[in-house]
């Protein structure tokens, strides 16, 4: 398959690609589009046929689900019936933007989209490309990170044409992602809203629209959550939460600790695996720039396996800190949550 770039940098002169891009969605294909997170890889939600074809082109598990994409707020009753006050003064304060939330399905949602469950995860992204294609669509879009399962998630339409150039209908190219992580996953079939993926939108501010207490699953608490044999101890509620994640080629080992100590033990490790003829790579965000340390983590990753590197050391970010919480919850999986105190 010849995997189409179509290009809309500005969108009051891209009419014509918009609709080119909407028309393949419609008719079952695959278009991978940016939005203010990561590159997703959209699909129309209500095609099982359509839904499908994104689990075989990224090689995702058939039970993770997939987070389905709105334009506007009328479009949710096509995917739930049950939306709590609470969900609603947080779509009305906080979309679009970075916050997913699951909630129970319409019979008419495919179980291809839901992964087998009764439960549908919704977001409006906030990014003019993505709201402009869906509204043209006409159809709610399923869309995962657009990566090869495993991979470091997308924030620039190079890093999807380098995983799935071929497999895929088309990608529209936008600039790279404003925040760089994945969205925030929010359930909120149960009495408190829990959180099951950290993201840039933080539990603080959920709680501030809600005027109301938010739990973590459990399961994000543990940083070594794998025994021995490599199963989770712990299984966390969201599905994708437990596959082997974002996982650079070269191995992976993160230092904790105090800045400066790190910043020493890091050169000091680093030259010793050069002598021994390791190419390593280093990652260190400056201390309170969570933010930055978001938006720059993925790229960083991919950018070491572009430059062939074998050993990465990676500086902890404070996991006190909401938007460090969820930038460790990706550098521990990437590493294999292989983290030494220094
Ligand atoms: P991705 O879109 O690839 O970034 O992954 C979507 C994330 O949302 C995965 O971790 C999924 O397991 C999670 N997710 C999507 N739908 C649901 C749902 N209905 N219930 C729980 N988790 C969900
Ligand atoms: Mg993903």
Not at 25 to 48: I, S
Not at 207 to 229: F, M, N, Q, T, Y
């Amino acid at each position: 398959m010849e995997t189409k770039l179509i290009d809309i940098t500005d969108i009051k002169k891209g009419e014509v690609q918009l609709r080119e891009a909407a028309s393949l969605l419609c008719a079952g294909g695959l278009v991978a589009f940016p939005t203010e997170t990561v590159y997703g890889l959209g699909a129309d939600a209500m095609n099982p046929k359509a839904a499908e074809k994104i689990y075989a082109a990224k090689g995702r598990p058939s039970d993770n689900p997939l987070i389905v994409h709105i334009a506007e707020l009328g479009d949710l009753a096509k995917l739930t019936s049950n939306v709590p006050d609470s969900a609603k003064k947080l779509m009305d304060n906080l979309w679009p933007g970075p916050l997913t939330m699951i909630f129970k399905k319409k019979e008419e949602v495919p179980y291809k989209t839901t992964g087998g469950l009764d439960t549908v995860a919704v977001r409006m992204p906030d990014h003019p490309i993505a709201l402009a294609l869906i509204r043209e669509s006409g159809c709610p879009i399923a869309a995962p990170s657009a990566n090869l399962s495993g991979k470091p998630s997308p924030t620039r339409w190079e890093h999807v044409y380098q995983d799935l150039n071929g497999a895929i209908d088309a990608i529209v190219k936008g600039e790279p992602c404003r925040v760089g992580i994945e969205s925030t996953v929010l359930d909120m079939t149960g009495e408190i809203p829990m959180v099951l993926r950290p993201g840039i939108l933080t539990p603080e501010q959920i709680e501030r629209v809600i005027g109301g207490k938010v739990i973590l699953d459990p399961a994000l608490l543990v940083h070594r959550p794998r025994d021995v044999s490599g199963t989770e101890m712990i299984a966390p509620k969201a599905p994708g939460m437990k596959y082997k994640h974002y996982a650079p080629k070269a191995e992976m080992m993160i230092l904790q600790g105090d800045f400066n100590r790190v910043k020493e033990e890091m050169k000091r490790i680093a030259d010793e695996k050069r002598k021994q003829g390791s190419k390593v790579g280093t990652i260190l965000f400056d201390e309170n720039e969570f933010e930055q340390a978001a938006h720059d983590f993925f790229s960083q990753l991919r950018q070491m396996d572009e430059d062939h590197v074998d050993f990465i050391l990676a500086g902890a970010l404070s996991d006190k800190n909401s938007i460090g919480f969820a930038v460790m919850n990706r550098m521990w999986k990437s590493a294999g949550y292989h983290v030494i105190q220094v």
